[in-house]
Structure formats: structure tokens, C-alpha cells
């Protein structure tokens, strides 16, 4: 059973996330770091997708080699932004061909040379749209973003709230932006909840490795770092010598170990590891996490 919708009927799942690589040391090294996180037995494993389909051929080669020759499920990221409704099914073709049975269906990060106001081009403007077309096709468990903190580009997060729980009305499942106060999550939970909405949403933890990448990824993500977290990542940093010194990874895989252990305690309906494609941090973390969630 790979369908994500099925699974989530029945356990709590596991997932990492992955990028496509760029290059062939990239592409050793994620096969290492697959190859070590197997061991976790993760229910399934997903690949990013660059906006605009600057990723697209490293992410349908890394997808179709993941479901061909790992016994993980793959889910594909498909995003909205510039793509006409041809190319996406172009997509949705070559990976129901390989057996790929779910996809995550996004917005996209906009272009970076997009003007205030401007609308990005192709035929999908919003997740929802693609949410739609991939549900008419047919052959997929579709999953959907969520933004604990809201999004970054909501006017505000009742607005936001209200249109993930029209889009989580026709989507399987949802996974969420990293975040680092669990609290976040459980309004969000608590929000959609009193919308009518109890599509199982998924929280994603990044096990932070790098005081400057986590406060880059944070700021790109409208995730808010807290002020002790702040504190004592800097404080990890000064101790060890550097932003990735072994203080800030200790701290790093403590944090988000913490953090894990609440969401499945709170009833959580799995985690997804923002792995940024190495194995340690995350290894750590499922090595201490006492409960069996269903692999
Ligand atoms: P949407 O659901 O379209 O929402 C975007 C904004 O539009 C929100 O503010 C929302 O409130 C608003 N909105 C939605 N519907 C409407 C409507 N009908 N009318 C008016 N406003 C509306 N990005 C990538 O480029 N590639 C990836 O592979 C990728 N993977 C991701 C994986 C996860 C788990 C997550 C959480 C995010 C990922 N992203 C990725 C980032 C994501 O694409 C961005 O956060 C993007 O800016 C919004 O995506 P979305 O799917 O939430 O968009």
C-alpha cells in the first residue's frame, strides 16, 4: 500500500523530504544518505520541484529512480507557477507510468524577477487549482502545503485558514512548513477543526544543522525562530567555534527530538524530516524516538 491516503487511514507515517541534485557528487551523496535512512523504514520519501520547472528533469530522474529501484514509495512535488496544463500532464504520465501513486500539489515559490502585483503566467494560479486537476485525473493520493504561521503572502491568517481548509476539502492530506513552537501547529489544527476540516495534516521538523542556514531557510519560509531558541543557537554557535560547529548540531538534533516527541504525543498523524539531503540529524532523531509511529 503506497497510497499516502491509505496509509494515514490506518498508522502514523514517517517521511523525508529531499532536492534533486545538481551535480554527481550530490546525486553519491543522496543515494548515501537514502540508503542510510532506510534503515528508519519511512512510508515514503518526497522530492522537491524548483517553481517555474527549473528542477524538472533532476526531479522526475530522481523520482522515477527512487520508485524503480527503492522499496520506499516516492511522492513527487508539482508546483503551479508558469506551468501549462499540458506539462503537467505530461508529468502526471511519465510518473503514473513508473508506479508513483502520490503527489504534493503546490503553489510554488514565485520568480524572483516577478513585480509587486504582477500574477505569475500558466494555467494554475493557485494550489487548489492543481489540487483540482490532479484529483480529475484520477490516479493519485494528492497532498497539499500548510503554513502553521500562515503564509507569508496572506493578507491575514483567518483568510489563510479559511482557504487551506477549502483546499484540504479536496486533497488527502496536508504537510506543513517548518516551524519550531508547537503551539503554532496545534491552532492551526484547532483552526481548521472548527472550519469542519479534519483532513490529517503532517508536521514537517527540520533537525536545524546550521545557525545561518536555519535563520536563511526560516526567513524564506515566514517561520519565526523563538527568542531562547535564538539565544541558544547563538550561544551553540560561540561555544563551538562556528554555525555548524558540533554544539549547534547537538542542539539542533535536541531541538527538534523535542520537538517530534510532542507532536506524537499530542496525537500528530506522522513526521516529515526536512532533511536537506543528509542523514545524521534526522538518524538521530528516529534512534531516540522510543515510540514505534507505525513503521
Ligand atoms: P497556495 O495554496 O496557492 O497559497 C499561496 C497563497 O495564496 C496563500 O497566501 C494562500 O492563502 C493564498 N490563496 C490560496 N488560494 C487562494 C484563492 N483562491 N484566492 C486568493 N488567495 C488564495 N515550493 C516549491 O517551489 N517547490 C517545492 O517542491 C516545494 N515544496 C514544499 C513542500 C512543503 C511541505 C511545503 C509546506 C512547501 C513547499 N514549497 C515548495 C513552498 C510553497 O510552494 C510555497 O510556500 C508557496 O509560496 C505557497 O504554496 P502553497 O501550495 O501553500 O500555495
Known amino acids: ?128 487549482d492543481l489540487v483540482d486537476h490532479v484529483r480529475a485525473d484520477g490516479r493519485f493520493s494528492i497532498g497539499v502545503a500548510a503554513h502553521p504561521e500562515g503564509h507569508p503572502r496572506s493578507e491575514s491568517i483567518q483568510a489563510d485558514r479559511e482557504r487551506l481548509a477549502q483546499k484540504l476539502e479536496h486533497a488527502d492530506f496536508a504537510i506543513t512548513q517548518f516551524f519550531f513552537n508547537n503551539n503554532d501547529y496545534w491552532q492551526m489544527v484547532a483552526d481548521l477543526t472548527e472550519l469542519g476540516c479534519d483532513t490529517p495534516v503532517i508536521p514537517g521538523v527540520i533537525p536545524l544543522t546550521n545557525a545561518n542556514q536555519v535563520a536563511r531557510f526560516a526567513a524564506m519560509a515566514g517561520a519565526t525562530i523563538p527568542g531562547e531558541l535564538a539565544t541558544k543557537i547563538d550561544a551553540a554557535a560561540a561555544a563551538g567555534g562556528g554555525p555548524a560547529s558540533p554544539p549547534v548540531v547537538q542542539l539542533g538534533i535536541q531541538t527538534a527530538l523535542k520537538q517530534s516527541q ?27 524516538l522510543a515510540v514505534p509511529i507505525g513503521i
Open 1 to 128: 500500500m503506497a497510497r499516502i491516503r491509505d496509509l494515514l487511514a490506518v498508522q502514523r507515517t514517517v517521511s523525508f523530504e529531499f532536492f534533486p541534485p545538481k551535480s554527481i557528487e550530490a546525486a553519491v551523496q543522496l543515494s548515501n544518505t537514502m540508503t542510510e535512512l532506510a534503515h528508519h523504514r519511512p512510508d515514503f520519501v518526497s522530492i522537491t520541484y524548483g517553481a517555474g520547472g527549473s528542477d524538472r528533469e533532476r526531479t522526475v530522474d530522481t523520482v522515477v529512480a527512487i520508485e524503480r529501484e527503492r522499496a520506499t514509495a516516492a511522492m513527487a512535488h508539482l508546483t503551479c507557477v508558469g506551468h501549462r496544463v499540458e506539462e503537467i500532464d505530461a508529468l502526471l504520465d511519465i510518473y503514473a507510468e513508473v508506479g508513483v501513486e502520490n503527489i504534493l500539489a503546490l503553489g510554488g515559490d514565485l520568480p524572483a524577477d516577478l513585480k509587486l502585483g504582477e500574477v505569475p503566467t500558466g494555467d494554475f494560479r493557485y494550489a487548489s
Open 262 to 288: 510532542e507532536l506524537l504525543a499530542g496525537g500528530a498523524p506522522g513526521l516529515h524530516f526536512y532533511t536537506l539531503n543528509r542523514a545524521r540529524a534526522t538518524m538521530a532523531i528516529l534512534r531516540e
